[in-house]
């Protein structure tokens, strides 16, 4: 009965903990989206020259860029826009100031009717000044397929960002950073960056669910072992 007893309070510690850590792991993602929030609205303001050195900046600042986009362009897959399956367009900016092209997300258009057919689409031909948000896209994103680029003539399928994998493949100077096209500009296509993921309050009522759980866990061990010791002292 004391073995029994044992390994029954050892599962119950371990749940309760379990339970516990599950609800700090969601206060962690509830602070981590908010502050993907906050970059966001902070990134609200006037747009600043793009730097030399963007990798020191943070996350949606907002910056301008003139030059003319490149013919050929690269269509991100498997982008969702209002349920309906599509690509990114990333066009390929020829900056004034630098030597590699920059990326510049141009909104949202259909697969259409034919996957195998890419869309043919007309990019802005003269000078532009590009205005948006400078983001870096996560290189190590999940992909189903085993190619990051796939072969053949332009425009490019890609499954995933990865800028210097894009870059070796297509034999072309792409910066690592990506610009994302103001919505405010006249050009491109259907586009929203505001942060399309779970909110923190929705982290927080996860975490108080896993936290009242765990409370929970501790009421009924307490009161079954009320109920252990008096039962005991009752044959007693």
Same mark, same amino acid.
């Given at each position: 009965?004391?073995?029994?007893?044992?390994?029954?309070?050892?599962?119950?510690?371990?749940?309760? +903990?379990?339970?516990?850590?599950?609800? #700090? %792991? $969601?206060?962690?993602?509830? /602070?981590?989206?908010?502050?993907?929030?906050?970059? #966001? @609205?902070?990134?609200?303001? @006037?747009? $600043?020259?793009?730097?030399?050195?963007?990798?020191?900046? /943070?996350?949606?600042?907002?910056?301008?860029?003139?030059?003319?986009?490149?013919?050929?362009?690269?269509?991100?897959?498997?982008?969702?826009?209002?349920?309906?399956?599509?690509?990114? +367009?990333?066009?390929?900016?020829?900056?004034?100031?630098?030597?590699?092209? +920059?990326?510049?997300?141009?909104?949202?258009?259909?697969?259409?009717?034919?996957?195998?057919?890419?869309?043919?689409?007309?990019?802005? &031909?003269?000078?532009?000044?590009?205005?948006?948000?400078?983001?870096?896209?996560?290189?190590?994103?999940?992909?189903?397929?085993?190619?990051?680029?796939?072969?053949?003539?332009?425009? %490019?399928?890609?499954?995933?960002?990865?800028?210097?994998?894009?870059?070796? /493949?297509?034999?072309?100077?792409?910066?690592?950073?990506?610009?994302?096209?103001?919505? @405010?500009?006249?050009?491109?296509?259907?586009?929203?960056? $505001?942060?399309?993921?779970?909110?923190?309050?929705?982290?927080?009522?996860?975490?108080? $669910?896993?936290? &009242?759980? @765990?409370?929970?866990?501790?009421?009924?061990?307490?009161? /079954?072992?009320?109920?252990?010791?008096?039962?005991?002292?009752?044959?007693?």
């Amino acid at each position: 009965m004391r073995h029994g007893t044992t390994l029954a309070t050892l599962i119950t510690l371990l749940a309760i +903990v379990f339970l516990v850590k599950l609800g #700090f %792991w $969601q206060l962690e993602r509830a /602070a981590e989206k908010q502050k993907l929030f906050d970059d #966001f @609205a902070a990134a609200q303001t @006037a747009f $600043q020259p793009l730097p030399q050195d963007p990798s020191t900046s /943070a996350r949606y600042t907002p910056v301008k860029v003139t030059g003319t986009f490149a013919d050929s362009y690269l269509l991100l897959d498997n982008k969702i826009h209002q349920g309906n399956a599509g690509y990114h +367009v990333i066009g390929l900016l020829n900056a004034n100031d630098r030597s590699e092209l +920059v990326p510049v997300n141009l909104g949202w258009v259909p697969v259409g009717p034919d996957r195998r057919k890419l869309p043919m689409l007309e990019l802005p &031909s003269t000078e532009q000044e590009v205005i948006g948000w400078l983001y870096r896209p996560a290189e190590d994103a999940f992909t189903l397929a085993e190619q990051i680029v796939e072969p053949g003539p332009a425009p %490019w399928r890609v499954q995933q960002l990865d800028f210097n994998a894009i870059g070796s /493949a297509l034999e072309l100077p792409i910066a690592n950073y990506l610009v994302l096209l103001s919505e @405010a500009a006249s050009y491109g296509w259907p586009r929203q960056w $505001q942060p399309q993921v779970m909110t923190p309050a929705k982290h927080q009522a996860y975490a108080l $669910q896993w936290f &009242s759980l @765990a409370i929970a866990c501790l009421v009924v061990f307490i009161f /079954a072992r009320r109920s252990i010791t008096k039962t005991k002292k009752e044959c007693e």
